[in-house]
């Protein structure tokens, strides 16, 4: 029998690329979950700042933000120190990849949705601490996030009338847990911890790899470097991870991927731009299109830039990259700065000409906006946020960018469709309909890339599709 859950639904919006997605859809107002310059008492670096600081994040992913927005609010209405960042940003992201267990999981404890929404995210943080993986050593003692999160509900305003309910709960998962999650698991929402007609699609889509897609957009994604082969070698900066104590193997022509992530600041030569972080397979996109020095190459919806800088790297090329989001320019433009590269950044939707200078472009890079679905292992609460129509409009919407880019490709020039989705509708189906669109010549390239692969495949779910422009 399938155990009963909350209702989700997600308010429609036109989003202007794949990053952010559109927003998630609640059966209930979301009303602000903390408001600056409130803090319950709460002891600095305790975990339970770092879970009201993980709830209010889980809150404002029910409400429709982005959840890397959604943390930076977090940490300023909690006033969180760095080291209660990491532990907010690590439990705000379990409990994503968790989502759909914990639901089930509160629909067998409660009679009715935890209220105010507030409430059922901490329900949901502190289940994800709890509810761990068979064989995997929780991050925290069992009863001591129990404790803690009554903690986080006595000191809030809005949810101390409940306190004696938290505690009931999580002391009922951890006394019944076995049969709980042998109930729970019976839905395919709680098994997979994906909404049900992402499941559905994935299985229409791969019915026979849906099941090591879904697992691995569940798995902690790796941290893979991109070697800068125009300042070093993989092979020289191999040895320099080495030397600093840092293991890591070569995945790729020029992909690093280090056995434990570790921050930015802590990579050898980062700052220097001897490397920068990017998927192995989203470092395939450059050396595609084949540039040479004193081509034209245009970078269409370029943030946040790694493909930019790649390029740059490969040749000395003259290269506009274009975004709509001026902001998401400005991380472009430091990176650039970082790898001590330079390009044209221009502030327009790819939709439009008035950019454009009429100058015809050599090369094209066109990373179009879609639904994300293959970059799910590092952003999971994208799962939540899309819903199943957004595959159509938002492969309309690319078809439009790309439409429009072609005019710009010079006779014999190249154009390199990418996505980060899964979803045929946004892949295969659009490319196909392109090249017939335009009579294009498609050339060897990956088509889809599933998130499936073994240990020297080991990258996000992307679509590469190659085109050249034949002469007149």
Known sequence: MTAKRPTLSIKPAAPKSARPAPPLRASYEVKPVLQPGYLPRLKPDSLALCLLGAANAVSQVRGGAALPQALVTAFGV???????????????????????????????????????????????????????????????????????????????????????????????????????????????????????????????????????????????????????????????????????????????????????????????????????????????????????????????????????????????????????DPKRLVRIEENLQRLGLSASLKAFDAQTAVWWDGQQFDRILADVPCTASGIVRRHPDIRWLRRKGDALQLATLSAKILDNLWQMLRPNGKLLFVTCSLWPQESEAQAAAFGVRHGATRLPAPGQLLPTGGALEDHDGLFYALFQKNAA
């Open 78 to 324: 909690t006033q969180a120190s760095p080291q209660a960042r990491g532990a907010i940003q690590d439990i705000a992201y379990r409990t994503m990849r968790q989502l759909g267990r914990s639901e089930v999981l509160l629909s067998l404890m409660t009679s009715k949705a935890p209220e105010p929404p507030m409430l059922a995210s901490l329900l949901c943080c502190a289940l994800a601490l709890i509810d761990t993986a068979a064989g995997a050593t929780p991050p925290y003692e069992e009863f001591t996030v129990v404790d803690q999160a009554v903690t986080v509900a006595t000191s809030h305003p809005d949810m101390a009338h409940a306190k004696g309910m938290v505690n009931a709960v999580l002391r009922r998962f951890l006394r019944e847990r076995e049969q709980l999650l042998k109930t729970a698991l019976q839905d395919p929402v709680a098994q997979w911890n994906y909404p049900q007609w992402w499941i559905d699609t994935a299985k229409a889509a791969y019915p026979r790899d849906w099941q090591a897609i879904l697992a691995a957009g569940n798995e902690q994604p790796p941290l893979t470097l991109r070697v800068n082969v125009s300042k070093t070698s993989v092979e020289a900066y191999l040895q320099l991870l080495a030397d600093a104590g840092i293991g890591a193997a070569r995945i790729g022509p020029s992909a690093v991927r280090l056995d434990k992530p570790i921050g930015v600041t802590s990579i050898p030569g980062f700052d220097a731009g001897l490397c920068s972080v990017q998927d192995a397979g989203a470092q395939l996109a450059a050396p595609l299109l084949g540039i040479a020095d004193g081509m034209r190459v245009l970078d269409a919806c370029a943030a946040p830039g790694g493909k930019t800088g790649h390029l740059l790297e490969l040749a000395n090329v003259e290269l506009t990259a274009v975004d709509s």
